[in-house]
């Protein structure tokens, strides 16, 4: 068990739909990232919130967009939801902003857009 | 960062060590090599990290040539349970963004 926790577990969605996914970092990280891992693409980098603000954006689309809240939890929110953003989605969170420390990451969520 | 090569898969008995290279014949003086394995669809699972001298925690050993060109993860004594794809990162050491992840090592562990 990582300390990092993911819910949903599974979501199953249709197209054109918008779904939330939430993170809860280990206690004392104040780091959570957000990677996107699809059969063809392997595991990809999506963005990165420390201490609230945005501090990293990898190949994140325009429809999806996330926030960290005072509490450190994180949201990643996906909209107008297509078949290929069907994927599991994991959440990671590391101590610092600067230096780099290792990641913890989450059980995931796997998406199904149908 | 820099680029990392490692074998698309190995095989290794139960009870073995399994030994995984991975080549990083780019990197920079202020890089580390970091290990993360993932087992079938779970969250990556940090392992080990190390900037030069060998490492060793309670998963496994980090082996780092004196160049640094290439390194090994020494899994010890082999289990069914680490049956798992095993990536070699390498990665600045201010910089605590994004893990690029390439394909790894699928590890497979047999009786």
């Known amino acids: 068990d990582s300390g990092v926790t993911q819910t949903p577990k599974h979501l199953i969605t249709a197209t054109g739909q918008r779904v939330t996914l939430r993170c809860s970092p280990r206690?004392?990280?104040?780091?959570v990232y957000w990677y996107q891992q699809s059969l063809d693409q392997g595991l990809q980098f999506l963005i990165q919130?420390?201490?609230?603000?945005?501090?990293a954006k990898g190949n994140i689309l325009e429809r999806f967009s996330a926030q960290q809240f005072p509490d450190l939890h994180s949201e990643l929110n996906l909209s107008s939801l297509e078949l290929g953003d069907s994927a599991l989605y994991f959440c990671?969170?590391?101590?610092?902003?600067?230096?780099?420390?290792?990641?913890?990451f989450g059980p995931g969520t796997r998406l199904t857009v149908t | 960062d820099a680029k990392t090569t490692q074998p698309t898969s190995m095989d290794c008995a139960e009870g073995r060590a399994a030994n995984l290279p991975c080549n990083h014949s780019?990197?920079?003086?202020?890089?580390?090599v970091y290990w993360y394995r993932q087992i079938h669809s779970q969250g990556p699972q940090y392992i080990i990290h190390?900037?030069?001298n060998n490492e060793t925690n309670e998963m496994a050993s980090l082996i780092i040539t004196e160049d640094r060109k290439s390194s090994t993860l020494i899994l010890p004594h082999a289990t069914l349970r680490d049956t798992a794809v095993y990536y070699c990162?390498?990665?600045?050491?201010?910089?605590?963004?994004?893990?690029?992840f390439g394909t790894g090592t699928r590890l497979q562990v047999t009786l």
């Open positions: 990671a969170s590391s101590r610092g902003g600067t230096i780099s420390y290792e990641q913890y």
């Open positions: 206690s004392g990280d104040l780091s």
């Open positions: 919130y420390y201490n609230g603000e945005e501090r």
């Open positions: 780019t990197i920079s003086g202020n890089e580390y």
């Open positions: 190390g900037l030069k």
């Open positions: 990162i390498v990665r600045v050491a201010i910089d605590a963004s994004k893990l690029t």
